[in-house]
């Protein structure tokens, strides 16, 4: 039932789709060297109009736990999702292939990516990046590189998340709409503090034109460098930038 759900809500809606030629190189040896840096990363392309997958590195069966020989077909990656992840996942797939066909003539080739975390049957916790890798004489999205991580020694997963990174993440994330899984990263006013900080405000500045207290403002700053992953509010704010949590704001 699982993996007919996925036939009918991505599968089916990549096959439907209008398609022009495509003429755009891939060079497969240069993307193995950009994206797949370590035994724990494994790559894979997708032919958007047949909805195949071309595996580029050798490593997937071990990534999954799978002995026999992997097949090259885009319903293997969603055969080895645990179980309580796989409807979070073919929500997440088939919202965001719909944001990109509607996006489609904004997106940036290996410029606008789309994340998740999940665990596989054998209970791996896997980052599953996907990217924009080529378009074609309509502009419609005819291959994407997919790329997953495994991070199972490295974080410890606290269930399904998703992001978007990229110039036109905003629109994505508000194509997609609300998972219920998904938590917006900063809360409205961690953006508010974030924004003002940017511009150069110390604390008391700030804690005077958001009428709170510095001792809140300072903790907000705590709270918005912690969740971004950075070392300083410079960096944040560039971060948060680039996910597109400022945007149009």
Same mark, same amino acid.
Request: aromatic residues 8%; contains cysteine; hydrophobic residues 40%.
């Given at each position: 039932?699982?993996?007919?759900?996925?036939?009918?809500?991505?599968?089916?809606?990549?096959?439907? #789709? #209008?398609?022009?030629? @495509?003429?755009?190189?891939?060079?497969?040896?240069?993307?193995?060297?950009?994206?797949?840096?370590? &035994?724990?990363?494994?790559?894979?392309?997708?032919?958007?109009?047949?909805?195949?997958?071309? !595996?580029? %590195?050798?490593?997937? *069966?071990?990534?999954? *736990?799978?002995?026999?020989? /992997?097949? +090259?077909?885009?319903? %293997?990656?969603?055969? +080895?999702?645990?179980?309580?992840? !796989?409807?979070?996942? /073919?929500?997440?797939? +088939?919202?965001?292939?719909? @944001?990109?066909?509607?996006?489609?003539?904004?997106? #940036?080739?290996?410029?606008?990516?789309? @994340?998740?975390?999940?665990?596989? &049957?054998? $209970?791996?916790?896997?980052?599953?990046?996907?990217?924009?890798?080529?378009?074609?004489?309509?502009?419609?999205?005819?291959?994407?590189? *997919?790329?997953?991580?495994?991070?199972?020694?490295? /974080?410890?997963?606290?269930?399904? =998340?998703?992001?978007?990174? *990229?110039? +036109?993440?905003?629109?994505?994330?508000?194509?997609?709409?609300?998972? &219920?899984?998904?938590?917006?990263?900063?809360?409205?006013?961690?953006?508010?503090?974030?924004?003002?900080?940017?511009?150069?405000?110390? @604390?008391?500045?700030?804690?005077?034109?958001?009428?709170?207290?510095?001792?809140?403002?300072?903790?907000?700053?705590?709270?918005?460098?912690? =969740?971004?992953?950075? $070392?300083?509010?410079?960096?944040?704010?560039?971060?948060?930038?680039?996910?597109?949590?400022?945007?149009?704001?």
């Amino acid at each position: 039932m699982e993996s007919k759900s996925f036939e009918n809500k991505i599968v089916d809606l990549l096959r439907k #789709q #209008q398609y022009g030629e @495509s003429n755009q190189q891939i060079n497969e040896d240069q993307l193995i060297k950009s994206y797949a840096h370590f &035994p724990n990363e494994a790559i894979y392309i997708v032919d958007c109009q047949k909805a195949d997958v071309e !595996f580029l %590195t050798s490593n997937i *069966g071990q990534m999954f *736990g799978i002995d026999e020989r /992997v097949k +090259n077909s885009l319903i %293997t990656i969603y055969e +080895n999702i645990n179980s309580q992840d !796989f409807s979070n996942i /073919v929500d997440f797939g +088939n919202k965001a292939m719909n @944001s990109a066909i509607i996006e489609r003539d904004k997106l #940036q080739s290996l410029g606008d990516k789309f @994340s998740c975390i999940y665990r596989t &049957p054998n $209970n791996r916790t896997i980052i599953k990046n996907t990217y924009v890798l080529a378009k074609d004489s309509l502009g419609q999205v005819s291959y994407t590189l *997919g790329q997953l991580i495994d991070v199972t020694d490295l /974080v410890s997963f606290t269930g399904f =998340k998703y992001q978007v990174y *990229g110039e +036109n993440a905003a629109n994505l994330i508000a194509l997609i709409g609300d998972l &219920p899984e998904f938590r917006s990263t900063l809360t409205k006013r961690e953006i508010e503090v974030l924004i003002l900080l940017s511009k150069g405000f110390l @604390s008391k500045q700030i804690a005077d034109q958001l009428f709170i207290s510095k001792g809140t403002v300072d903790k907000h700053r705590k709270n918005i460098i912690k =969740k971004l992953q950075v $070392n300083n509010s410079l960096a944040a704010y560039k971060k948060a930038l680039d996910m597109g949590v400022l945007k149009g704001l």
